[in-house]
């Protein structure tokens, strides 16, 4: 269990420990951990006492961030597996404080739900609207900087870089505004995606490139005008039957 691998790594490295504030009781469950975590780097009770509760009672949402996590480790290629990337890597607490606050969205509380977006963005560098729908095994690299609009769709193990926005074209003001990314897409650093348009599933989107049209599947799209470039040439996403 990750919240095991977690108490282990730390009593490893007392110094790691300390720095972290994350203590061997903090290990007793995912969503204690949890909860220490997101709260530490928010230096706020509150959010520490929202995100356990939300882990707590809905077993599906642990479930999901354990895969979140062991996907980033297994993308990522950095020491720790995945106590490492659950400790260490901006992506993934982004990915989970997006989690929660999406969570409380869906149960009517956009409050609570927006305030934890807000603490947590300024936290980690990041600005992921609650209602917008992340499927499972997202690695978000390095997460600076990552815009994520509030109809956006992202599908199953997508992975995106930093300073990435899936924004709108501030010419539809409509309820479906932002982009839709299908599974397995690669969504380079500093790329823009505007507008109610979809990249398609496994498809490769250069750094920097802007996008303003559909991309098809399996294709590459890059530079100022989102070109197509051929077909896409990088997957992280795992090979499923």
């Given amino acids: 269990m990750i919240h095991d691998e977690t108490r282990d790594l730390l009593q490893a490295s007392p110094d790691a420990a300390a720095m972290t504030g994350i203590t061997a009781a903090d290990c007793a469950d995912f969503p204690r951990l949890a909860g220490a975590l997101l709260g530490g780097i928010a230096a706020n009770d509150g959010v520490r006492a929202t995100v356990h509760a939300a882990y707590a009672e809905a077993p599906a949402l642990v479930e999901t961030s354990s895969h979140d996590i062991s996907e980033t480790a297994r993308r990522n290629f950095e020491p720790g597996g995945r106590a ?19 969570h409380l969205w869906g149960q009517g509380d956009q409050t609570r ?45 997508v992975s995106i870089w930093h300073n990435v926005t899936l924004g709108s074209t501030l010419t539809d003001s409509g309820p479906d505004r932002h982009p839709k990314v299908g599974d ?51 997957r992280f996403a795992p090979e499923r039957s």
């Avoid at 397995?184 to 979809?198: E, F, K, M, Y």
Wanted: glycine content about 18%.
């Fill in 84 to 102: 490492g990337a659950l400790l260490f890597s901006r992506g993934v607490q982004a990915v989970m404080a997006h989690r929660v606050a999406h």
């Fill in 184 to 234: 397995g897409a690669v969504i380079g650093a500093g790329a823009v995606i505007l507008g109610n348009i979809r990249v398609g599933a496994g498809a490769n989107v250069g750094a920097g490139a802007v996008v303003l049209q559909d991309v098809p599947d399996a294709m590459t799209v890059a530079g100022p005008r989102g070109e197509i470039r051929g077909p896409a040439r990088v």
């Fill in 113 to 157: 739900a927006m305030a934890l977006k807000s603490v947590l963005g300024r936290a980690l560098s990041t600005d992921i609207h609650p209602a917008a729908r992340i499927g499972p095994g997202l690695w978000l690299d390095h997460g600076l900087g990552c815009v994520i609009g509030e109809t956006a769709v992202i599908g199953r193990d």
